[in-house]
Structure formats: structure tokens, C-alpha cells
């Protein structure tokens, strides 16, 4: 299902002055998370809609916006039973701030879930410092009924925005491997869900197995590596029809696919006779020109987000390292000089980190370091913490995490190392990939 | 419902069928149930004695089981990151070599697999590297190369559950497979 969001500023509102602006810093080291409020949304209107009541909508939007920002580590919902005021639509434009500051909210988020006369809504959100008494932000979401989870989505990105002065990440989707079975015989399948595992739903069948999905820049399409027919290689599934297409012709297995920035091209591996290289791959034309050669395995390609640069890793060196080299394979050069092996390498999107596998000490975990390989610091430490895969924004790393009785599950940290936790999906989960924030 | 099979006559032809087949020894590289932890794992070489036999009549000449019984196993073991080739997997090898040339029409796969400990992607190389170590182990017996495939399996098809050293070694493995024909 394919949902069209307008978003639309609300009647406008002078900008408040404020001296000292409400802000969370998410570079703090050891913060307390920001009391916030989120009461139930007020309906706009008595009407009817096929995903529900606006009344149901404005509670359960409420509890999506609370659940997003809960789940950043860097606010804190109060318990909507300690609220002392109920929130009407009077209320929305004009809260009873004092009765906000007795439960000590800083921050209150509210607004109004409006049916429209085409079958739509309007989810209306606004954004106040409580003891300042100003609004923070505004603004209305126009969408269908059956969207009004993602409206709420881009609700709490908007709070998330002003408060942190970063760009959200929760109106986004996160790709997977499904796992399930014995570890002889695992079968795996592609799966999708929300950033928040809501719409959760299979991809493929689990009868071939399929391995590190990514999505490309526009979102419509992914691509995975899958052993259909015994062949292992790169596929590409287009995710409106459900159409699944091998990639190009070649004698080796392929693998270890991702995509430019600009979704013209892949970027893969291939090995052939026992040497693996990485190539690019025009997905129009079929141009293929191999990056890398010697004797190495060289894999695990990941674009610099101005699509200028490929970080990767390879062994030439005698163990697993992070490498960087022009997007024409040119200039290659070594980053990683950790203790142990730096494996799996992730530009983020902002430019700023590469996200990375650690494996030493008979451990693995997840770090970052920055593009010329300094600063480099380690966020988590399993016994099998591997694939990173970056929020939109940046911020936040998803990881799989295996354990010694062959269970693996999802897993986010901040990049400040903190607020490690569980996603929680059906089954056993491996190689997650997040989105772009949805288009 | 309108019509009822009778299924004692099935059941006995069933029966009868099952008598007249010769009871074929377990094929190793099938998985146990699901739930089952695997008692009897991939044969190691040390395991079997190189001269199995279950009776004449009951081994398919050129099949997985016939390389099994003759060779003393169909797989071959690496250290950790390694796809160096030891003794021992030389000389599984050169038996696998011998009876590729007394099969002429048999042509096979070599799957390389690993253990666990190694990031994804990196194994589906090194695997890639381990079943070719062994092809090209068998080119040099004088096998055809025609006859010789590979696949990686990297870390996904494990031979043994286990997070211990002792499944990690049964783990890095290459495993010569007779494509049906």
C-alpha cells in the first residue's frame, strides 16, 4: 500500500521569544530523559472512519507519538494516569499549562485527529514547552484513514526535530531477515516492518535462502542476496508488485549488495575462483566495472552518502580492516587500525561516523569511527553483535545479536553508546537494514 | 462425503514396497527435525572405516553414499580462518580424486561452509575460498574441471549445532557432493 502524506503548516503562529529555548542535547553523556506529555489526541469531529473513530485514532495516535519517543532514550512519557487535566479540542490551541507543571512535564504534545469529507484525516500536532508556556511547533499531516500511523510518526519526528535540533527518524521502516528453525536448517525469510514493528509482514516464502537486505534511496525496491536455484546472488525485489529479479549474469556468486545514493547503481561482490572482488553494476545499463583486485577478499562495500567515496573491508592485509577508496575504485586506503578485526563497514548518512563490526578477544560488537578511522570507540559487546545499519538521521546504529544457543534477535544503540535495546519481532531476526525517512 | 478409500490394501502395498527396497543407511548430510539436537553429525574422517560395507547390493555406485564408503567420508575439515588444506584433507581428497575417476560421469559440488564466528558476508568468501581449495585440489588429481563445481554456503548451513570449539571444527568444512543427475 502505497500512502500519500501532505503535509501542510496550520493556520499560522507568531514565534514565540524565548530566552532560553527547550532543548535536549543528544551529545550528553549521562542525560535524564525529558519528562514529556502526550495526552490522548482531541477528536476534531464526531465523525467516522474506516480505520476507526476519531476519537480511537487521537488515543492510539497518543500512544505511537509517547512509544517513539520513549524508544529514543531521550524522553520520558508520563504515565497518562497522573495526568490532572483532560484534553479538549479547547485545549489543543490554549493548554492549562499550570496543571502540566504540577506533574513536572517539560514538554507537552498534543493536538486534534479531524475526519475529512473525502474518507482522509488530519492529524494536527502541536508542540509547547510547559514552563516557558510557548509553543514549540506546529503542524498538520492530510492523509488517509489508513495512514494515520504514519502521520503520528511524523508527529513525533517533528518534536524530536525542535527539541533535539536533529532530523527525526521514526516515520521509517525497517528491513530484515527472518529466522526460524533448527541452526542446520535455518530457514530465513525477508521481512518488513515499521520502525516500530507495527505492519509487520513476510517479504519472501523462506524456501530459498536469502541473506542482508538494503534498501535503495527511493524505498520502493530492495536488494538481497538469495540462493534460489542454488545460485547464489544479488537480487532486487520491487516492493508495490512484489517482483523479484536476479541481477546481471554472472559466473560468481554475488553478494554483499547495496546501493548509490542516487539508486542508479550497485555496489556488490563477487567471487570467482576463490577471490572476491567488489564491483559496481549500472542497474539500467548493465555496466559493470570492477573497484578492486589482488588476492584479498575484499566486501561488505557501503557509499559515502554524497556518493563520492566506498568504504569496505577487506583481508589483504592479513585480517579483516576498514578500507576506503574513491567511488572509482581509485585511492584505496586502509582506515581500521583497532585492536583485533573491524569488519561489515557503514557510512552513516550524515558523513560523520562509519559503523563497524568488531571482532576480537573472542567477542564481537558494534562501533564507529570516524571517515579517516580515528576517534573510533565501541558501542556494544556480545557474543555475536554483527550487520550495523544506520538510522536516517544518523544517530541511532541497529544491529543483530546472536547468542551462544544460536538465538538472534534485533537490537538498537545510540551512537553515544547508550540506550541499548531490544526490537522486538515474531521470530529471530538477523541483518536489519533501516530507511530513509519515508518519502 | 462420498467415497471411502480402502486402506488396508494401501497400507499393505505400502508395506510390501518398503520390504522389497534395501534398507539404505542414513544419508548424513540431511538435517534432524527441528527441534532435535543432532545426534549423529557430519562423518568426520576419522569416524568410519574407510571400508564401510553394508552388503553389496545396498550402495548405489556413484552416489553421495558410494563416495562416503569408499573415500571414508565425503568431507574435509579447516582451522580456524583457513582454507589451507592439511594432511588429512589431502589424503580425503586424493580418495575423493580416485573414485571421481572410477565414476567418469559422475560430476560434483563443493560447498564450502564455516563456522559461526565470522561476520557474514566475509564468510560467503571464505567459504567460497575453502570449496575452492578443494576443486582445485582435485583439478590437480587430474579431474576435469568440467566436472567440478562450487557453492559457498558461508556460515548458513552449519553442521552441527553448537557454540563450542568442538562444532566450530566440524563447522569449516568443505564437502564434496554428488549433483544428481
Not at chain 1, 488515543?59 to 520520558?76: H, M, N, P, T, Y
Not at chain 1, 516500530?196 to 524456501?207: P, V, W
Not at chain 2, 539436537?37 to 574422517?45: D, K, S, W
Not at chain 2, 558461508?154 to 549433483?179: L, W
Amino acid at each position: 500500500m502505497r500512502l500519500i502524506l501532505l503535509v501542510t503548516g496550520l493556520a499560522a503562529a507568531p514565534v514565540l521569544a524565548q530566552s532560553a529555548p527547550l532543548r535536549v542535547d543528544i551529545n550528553a553523556g549521562l542525560m535524564q530523559p525529558m519528562p514529556i506529555a502526550v495526552p490522548s489526541f482531541a477528536p476534531g469531529n464526531g465523525a467516522s472512519t474506516e480505520a476507526g473513530t476519531t476519537t480511537a485514532l487521537g488515543e492510539r495516535a497518543a500512544q505511537v507519538i509517547a512509544g517513539d519517543l520513549r524508544s529514543s532514550g531521550l524522553f520520558k512519557p508520563i504515565d497518562p494516569a497522573a495526568y490532572t487535566t483532560s484534553v479538549g479540542i479547547d485545549d489543543v490551541l490554549k493548554p492549562d499549562f499550570p496543571a502540566w507543571r504540577t506533574i513536572a512535564a517539560q514538554a507537552l504534545v498534543t493536538g486534534t485527529v479531524t475526519a475529512n469529507p473525502d474518507g482522509g484525516i488530519t492529524l494536527a500536532c502541536y508542540a509547547y514547552d510547559v514552563f516557558a508556556g510557548a509553543e514549540i511547533a506546529r503542524q498538520g499531516f492530510v492523509t488517509t484513514a489508513a495512514g494515520w500511523r504514519r502521520a503520528a510518526h511524523k508527529c513525533a519526528d517533528l518534536v524530536y526535530s525542535r527539541l533535539t535540533g536533529e532530523s527525526g527518524y521514526f516515520d521509517s521502516r525497517i528491513v530484515y531477515v527472518s529466522e526460524t528453525g533448527a541452526r542446520t536448517r535455518r530457514i530465513k525469510r525477508l521481512a518488513i516492518m515499521d520502525q516500530d514493528g507495527a505492519g509487520h509482514r513476510f517479504l519472501t516464502s523462506g524456501q530459498n535462502l536469502v541473506l542482508t537486505p538494503r534498501f535503495a534511496p527511493g524505498q520502493q525496491t530492495i536488494t538481497y542476496m538469495s540462493f534460489e536455484n542454488n545460485r547464489p546472488r544479488v537480487w532486487l525485489y520491487t516492493l508495490g508488485s512484489g517482483r523479484q529479479e536476479a541481477v546481471g549474469a554472472f559466473t560468481g556468486m554475488t553478494f554483499a549488495p547495496r546501493f548509490s545514493p542516487d539508486g542508479q547503481n550497485l555496489v556488490f561482490s563477487m567471487a570467482v575462483g576463490g577471490n572476491t572482488d567488489i564491483y559496481r553494476f549500472n542497474i539500467a545499463t548493465r555496466a559493470t566495472s570492477r573497484l578492486t583486485s589482488g588476492p584479498g577478499i575484499d566486501t561488505s562495500p557501503s557509499y559515502s552518502p554524497d556518493g563520492a567515496k566506498i568504504v569496505f573491508e577487506s583481508d589483504r592485509g592479513g585480517s579483516q580492516q576498514v578500507y576506503v577508496m574513491n567511488a572509482d575504485g581509485t585511492g584505496q586506503q586502509r582506515i581500521s587500525f583497532g585492536e583485533g578485526r573491524s569488519a561489515s563497514p557503514v557510512w552513516s548518512p550524515r558523513g560523520d561516523y562509519i559503523a563497524f563490526t568488531r571482532i576480537g578477544g573472542g567477542r564481537f560488537g558494534i562501533g564507529v569511527m570516524r571517515p579517516d578511522g580515528s576517534g573510533e570507540r565501541l558501542l556494544t559487546n556480545g557474543y555475536q553483535d554483527e550487520g550495523p545499519s544506520w538510522s536516517p538521521n544518523g544517530r541511532v546504529i541497529l544491529f543483530a545479536r546472536g547468542d551462544r544457543s544460536g538465538q538472534s534477535g534485533l537490537w538498537s544503540v545510540d551512537i553515544s553508546g547508550l540506550n541499548e535495546r531490544r526490537i522486538a519481532t515474531p521470530l529471530d531476526a538477523s541483518d536489519p537494514a533501516w530507511s530513509p525517512l519515508l518519502p | 462425503m462420498t467415497r471411502q478409500l480402502p486402506k488396508l490394501p494401501l497400507l499393505a502395498l505400502v508395506l510390501i514396497a518398503a520390504a522389497c527396497t534395501p534398507k539404505k543407511p542414513p544419508a548424513m548430510m540431511e538435517a534432524p527435525p527441528a527441534t532435535a539436537r543432532p545426534e549423529a553429525p557430519a562423518p568426520t574422517p576419522t569416524e568410519r572405516p574407510a571400508t564401510v560395507e553394508t552388503g553389496p547390493s545396498s550402495i548405489i555406485p556413484g552416489s553421495q553414499d558410494d563416495l562416503r564408503a569408499q573415500a571414508g567420508s565425503d568431507t574435509v575439515l579447516f582451522g580456524y580462518d583457513s582454507y589451507e588444506l592439511d594432511g588429512e584433507a589431502r589424503a580425503t581428497l586424493t580418495k575423493h580424486a580416485a573414485w571421481l575417476r572410477a565414476n567418469p560421469a559422475v560430476r560434483v559440488t563443493l560447498e564450502g561452509h564455516c563456522d559461526e564466528r565470522g561476520t557474514r558476508e566475509y564468510n560467503l568468501a571464505l567459504g567460497d575460498r575453502r570449496a575452492n581449495s578443494a576443486k582445485n585440489f582435485l583439478a590437480s588429481q587430474g579431474i576435469d574441471v568440467s566436472r567440478l563445481s562450487t557453492i559457498s554456503y558461508g556460515k548458513e548451513r552449519p553442521a552441527v549445532e553448537g557454540s563450542d570449539e568442538a562444532a566450530h571444527a566440524q563447522n569449516r568444512r568443505a564437502v564434496t557432493m554428488v549433483m544428481s543427475r
